[in-house]
């Protein structure tokens, strides 16, 4: 919906720092990454406060969790010139948001997310009934508003949380984007456009809100996007304007689901360290031979003689990432004739994912001997962002009448 303005284009996402990624991750979030920053203004960061949420009795491998993420992500092909990289601990002003944001949710909107009763449920062993887990998702949303990112890449479990994002920039929006004189103002941004402009302007106004059509508040929102003569607080106002409201200082960011991947774990169930089935990013080629070499293959397939059926076997759902038309057919006409053994359906896998990790492995240790250069791409990536993150609290602080003393 927010089809508007360079924010539209503006890619945000965090991860927390769980330790070393996995393919997994790879397949499921970083690839995605590397082909969003070069289509977009990216900033990816290391969500540490989200981590001490649920590992607040013992937060003390969370520094190198971080610095080893941030070491995968460059080494997966994450670049720090397309891409801002940073730690949210070290933009503090995401605290400040999330505190002033705390004052205008209300409690039922936190306690309804789901995720909230479900990684209570899951985390058994954690007590985690506190008022930091339950503003978890608010802190996201402050990660999100602070940025005025128009998209975020996030998985399916999250989607609710830029949900909630969304309903917390338009209540704020709603309170704080009402200046006294704010249709005069906003009148006075549209004279601004020109003439022609702000005849049309009225025209998509007046159709929207009369008439509910939705297609003219797209090209109502994408007229005032390409507005180059007027300023950004002008261009916030006539936003809020066009859809009845005040100004629009936090921008309603819209999920960007990203697909859920193809790539399993060793023994075929969604590839997780929870599920210890996992292939880190930086394991030794041997040991990840001998660790796919290992893998449980269709269980029907005892003797080398059985039959077997790929659809029963996780190495075939590696085939299915790896592999081409030609080596499945191979597979399936062979393991169902037991025409080859395990071992040998398994070859193609080993190499596609050998190949996969070489590049990424190279990359790693090249950063791995560079310490230095990995501790000022990240100090670099945090000033870019708190550079950002400073005007927006500006805007939130004087919307809030905090700047007045
Ligand atoms: N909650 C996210 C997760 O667990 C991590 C995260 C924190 C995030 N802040 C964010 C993701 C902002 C996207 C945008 O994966
Ligand atoms: Fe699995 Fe391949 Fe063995 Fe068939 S031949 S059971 S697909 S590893």
Redesign the pocket.
Known sequence: MNSFSPQHSRV?????PTGRLHLGHYHGVIKNWVELQNEYECFF?V?DW?ALTTHYDDPSLIPESTWEMVIDWLAAGVNSNSATLFV?SRVPEHAELHLLLSMITPLGWLERVPSYKDQQEKLKEKDLATYGFLG??L??SA??LIYK?GQ????E??VA??ELTREVARRFNHIYGREPDFEAKAEQAKKKMGKKNAKMFDKLRRAYQEQGDLEALEVARALLGSQQNITLGDQERLFGYLEGGGRVILVEPQPLLTKASKMPGLDGQKMSKSYGNTIALRSKPAELENTLKRMPTDPARVRRTDPGDPAKCPVWQFHEVYSDDDVKAWVQQGCRSAGIGCLDCKEPVINGVLEELRPIQQRAAEFEAQPELVRSIINEGCERARDVARATMEEVRHAMSLSGI
């Open positions: 945000l996402s965090g991860m927390r960061f969500a989200h949210q978890y998702p802190l996201q990660d999100i990112a975020v890449p996030v998985g479990d999250q949380h830029v």
